[in-house]
C-alpha cells in the first residue's frame, strides 16, 4: 500500500497547492452520493459430491447489506471518490462454519455470504485527461482476469493504480498495477489465508485491451503477471508460490449476412512459477504440471427474439486455469455455469443457452444446460472430478425501469446438477445438487 499511498499523497497535494480553497469547496459542495441496498440468499441440498460443491453443499445462509458512495465534482480534471458497505448475516444457517474438515453441510454455512463486518470499499483520487483517465487508491476493477465479485452482499476491493485509455480510435486499453487484495470479510474473517487481506510485495502488473475497429469483429484480450514469493488462495483453484503469468485473447465476429450469426472463440494460458497446489493448507501438496491451457468456441444466433449460444470449452491434462482473480472463478469460459466450472484440467465442457425476454422491458430470462466430460491424467491433476457431470441452470433478471419502484431489481439464479460416482470410490453411487440464489437490489 505504500507505493499507492505516496502516489495519492502527491496528487492530492499538486491538487491543493494549485488552486484555490473556494474552488475545492465548490467541488465538495457539487459532489454526488449514490447508494445500494442488497439482499442475498443462498441454499443448497445436501449433497455427497462434497468436493464439486463446496463451499455450498447443505448452504442455508442470507445477508443483507447497505453501500454509500460520494465523488466530489471535478476539480480542474481531479475527482475524489470515497465508499464504504456494511453487511449483518441473518443467522439462516445452523452455526458457523470453523474450518473443521467435513463439517462445513452440518453447519449449514457459506461463509462468503454470511459476514457481518464494515468495510471501507472505495477512496481514490481520479485524474481525467482527455477521454481518458488515472485512478489511484482503493477501487473496484472489472476486467476479465481481474474482478471485484458481486455475487455476494460484500464486495471486494483493490488498492491499485488503474489508467484507462479511451482516445485510440474504437479501442479501449487499461494499464493496472495492484498492491493489495482487500477481501470482503474484513474483521469477520477467520484466520485462514482464504479469507485474510493479500498484501503483494512485488505487485500485479495487467494490461487489457478491446478493439472494435473492424465492423462486425471485437477484440479483447489481457496479460498479467506477477513474482509475489507467496502463494494464492483465491479459491477453487490455489497457486504457489513464485508468481505466475495469465493471458487470454478472444475475438468474436457477426457475420455480415440477414441471418443473425456471430461466432467466437477464445484462447487463454497460464505458467506457473511451482505448480497448482491441491488446497489451501499450509501442508499442501503440488498438483499437476506447471502450465495450463483453455480453448473455448461459441455460436451465437437469433430466432424470434430468442437469443441462442452454443459453446465448448477444452482444458488440456497438465493443471488448472486460474480463472479470475478476486473470487470469480470464471469469466473467460463460455460454458462457465452456476455450480460447475470448465478450468479444471482435462475437462471437455458442451452447452447449450437460450435467452428471452419475452418483450418486457427490464426482464431477462435464460435457461442454459453444460455437459461435462473429463479424462483420467486431467482428473488427477485437478483434484475434481466432472466426468460426466450434467448441469443445468435458470436465471430470471428484472430491473423497474420506471414508476415508483425504479432503481429496484431481482434476480433469481438456480441450478441443478447430476454427478457420476462424485467421490470416485466403489462404496459411493451417483449424485446430484440442487443451489439456487435469490437477489433484491436498491440503487438510489
Not at 47 to 71: F, H, M, R
Not at 175 to 190: H, P, S, V
Not at 369 to 375: E, G, L, M
Request: overall charge negative; hydrophobic content about 40%; proline content about 3%.
Amino acid at each position: 500500500m505504500k507505493c499507492v499511498k505516496l502516489s495519492l499523497v502527491a496528487l492530492l497535494g499538486i491538487s491543493t497547492m494549485s488552486f484555490g480553497a473556494d474552488t475545492l469547496v465548490d467541488a465538495f459542495k457539487n459532489g454526488k452520493t449514490i447508494g445500494e441496498l442488497r439482499f442475498v440468499y443462498t441454499a443448497g441440498s445436501d449433497s455427497d459430491a462434497a468436493t464439486q460443491t463446496a463451499p455450498v453443499n447443505n448452504a442455508n445462509v442470507g445477508s443483507i447489506a447497505a453501500e454509500l458512495k460520494y465523488v466530489t465534482d471535478s476539480f480542474y480534471g481531479f475527482k475524489l471518490g470515497m465508499a464504504f458497505q456494511s453487511a449483518h448475516d441473518l443467522d439462516f444457517h445452523d452455526h458457523d462454519y470453523t474450518g473443521a474438515p467435513g463439517t462445513q453441510p452440518a453447519s449449514e454455512d457459506d461463509e462468503r455470504n454470511s459476514v457481518s463486518a464494515t468495510l471501507l470499499s472505495e477512496v481514490y483520487i481520479q485524474y481525467n485527461f482527455a477521454k481518458s483517465n488515472i485512478m489511484i487508491g482503493r477501487q473496484k476493477i472489472k476486467t476479465p482476469l481481474i474482478m471485484t465479485s458481486s455475487a455476494f452482499a460484500l464486495e471486494d476491493s483493490f488498492d491499485a493504480a488503474v489508467v484507462t485509455i479511451n482516445d485510440i480510435p474504437n479501442t479501449i486499453v487499461k494499464l493496472m498495477y495492484i498492491q493489495e487484495w482487500k477481501m470482503r470479510y474484513g474483521n469477520d474473517a477467520r484466520a485462514t489465508a482464504t479469507q485474510q487481506d493479500m498484501h503483494l510485495e512485488k505487485g500485479i502488473y495487467s494490461i487489457f485491451f478491446k478493439n472494435t475497429s473492424i465492423k462486425g469483429l471485437t477484440l479483447d484480450g489481457q496479460y498479467m503477471t506477477t513474482n509475489e514469493n507467496k502463494r494464492f488462495y483465491d479459491a477453487p483453484v490455489f497457486i504457489g508460490t513464485g508468481g505466475y503469468d495469465q493471458y487470454y485473447f478472444q475475438a468474436e465476429y457477426k457475420l455480415p449476412i440477414d441471418f443473425p450469426l456471430s461466432l467466437a472463440m477464445t484462447y487463454a494460458g497460464a505458467d506457473y512459477d511451482h505448480s497448482v497446489m491441491t488446497s489451501p493448507a499450509p501442508t499442501a501438496m503440488a498438483l499437476g504440471g506447471d502450465h495450463a491451457r483453455l480453448y473455448g468456441f461459441k455460436a451465437a444466433t437469433e430466432f424470434s427474439g430468442v437469443k441462442v449460444n452454443v459453446a465448448y470449452t477444452t482444458m488440456d491434462e497438465e493443471a488448472n486455469f486460474p480463472g479470475t482473480l478476486g473470487h470469480v472463478p470464471d469469466t473467460i469460459a463460455y460454458t462457465d455455469m452456476l455450480t460447475n466450472n470448465a478450468i479444471f484440467a482435462g475437462v471437455d465442457a458442451y452447452s447449450i443457452e437460450a435467452i428471452y425476454g419475452f418483450g418486457v422491458p427490464g426482464l431477462s430470462s435464460a435457461l442454459k444446460f453444460a455437459h461435462y466430460d473429463q479424462s483420467s491424467k486431467g482428473i488427477a491433476n485437478a483434484g475434481m472430478n466432472l466426468d460426466g457431470a450434467d448441469e443445468i441452470n435458470i436465471d430470471f433478471k428484472y430491473a423497474f425501469t420506471s414508476g415508483a419502484l425504479k432503481g429496484f431489481s431481482t434476480r433469481i439464479w438456480a441450478g441443478y446438477g447430476t454427478y457420476d460416482n462424485p467421490t470416485g470410490r466403489s462404496t459411493t453411487s451417483d449424485d446430484d445438487f440442487l443451489y439456487g440464489r435469490l437477489y433484491l437490489k436498491y440503487n438510489f
